[in-house]
């Protein structure tokens, strides 16, 4: 069956509409069954997942950790001091970055996933109950041709697309910068240093980077458009059209910058709260190895580990459904001229 084009909101009672805050906490509030089952699970298998990973690394990457325990007794028998060099395990750290990223980006395409399905189902409900006995009936055969919101695969591709539109930039920039403008001790800087070029170069990261936030404000909705049933381009396509408008765009920065902030904030708190793990984790993991090095860094991730997955717990449930409830407010009326094409570019709904 061909995808159908967005459903038009049946006609309300005339009560103005609640605000946005109070339609996703309404969400949340009659819904919490749900979601807060999906949020444990969710949570659940990342933060095991995680510890898969992060095991898996460590093991990896023994044979660097030995080397800079056999470092440090070297030194410490030549009466020298030792300070170790973090390069190799940058380096891994950087390898297996993308696995982090991938098991984050999965979580939170789940976490969409259900979050959209809740609004989607909330929506229905209100419009039934606004709808009259002789339209309710017709209202509900279009719903049957819509397609099923929350498919969690547009959803993760659109996490993919949308890093690699926004982040390349900056991370290209901020490379290029280091090499021309970095301190290295092996090689005098390309460019000389208080002159207007290198102080261009050496801003550009900035700039660069708060390029890259504009592109991730205006794909702030491409998740909640995957989830309600388009394609990734599609719905890339949708959150660019939607954000760039005048209604758009100051709602999606109104409702992006405080939850930034509450995420970050319940971040910092829950890090801080968790500080105590680091000296437990130190001590078991250097008494079950013998390896300071292994422990020292196992110790400094414990605490960040566990304030990434209750941040998690916490605010992904609100920021989905925030988001999900504003695209949901964002596309109805449609005034892109774009619906045709993204109509086109959607997968085709099963039966």
Known sequence: MPPQPDRPVPPTSGSPQPSLVTATFTVLRRRRGALAGATVRVVGLSGLAGLLVTTAIFALAWPVFTRMRNQRIWYQQVEDPYLHDQSD??????????????????????LQAVCSRAVAAESAESAESAESAATASTARKNRSADPVPGRLRPVLAVYALRGLIVWPLPVLVAFVADRLTGYHLDTPEPLERGSWPHTLVEASPAVALFVAVLLRLALSLAPAAAASGLGPRAAVRRSWSLTWTR???????????PLAALTAGVFRLVVQVALPLRPLVRSLVEQATGNFFAAYYAGVLAPVIVGVLVTAAVTLPVTCTAFAVLHDRLRVPRTTPRSAQDTADSPPATS
């Open 247 to 257: 209604a758009g765009a100051p709602r999606v920065l109104a409702l992006a910058l």
């Open 89 to 110: 395990l940058v380096l891994v750290a950087l390898g297996t970055l993308p696995l982090f990223l991938l098991l984050l980006g999965t979580g939170g395409a789940a």
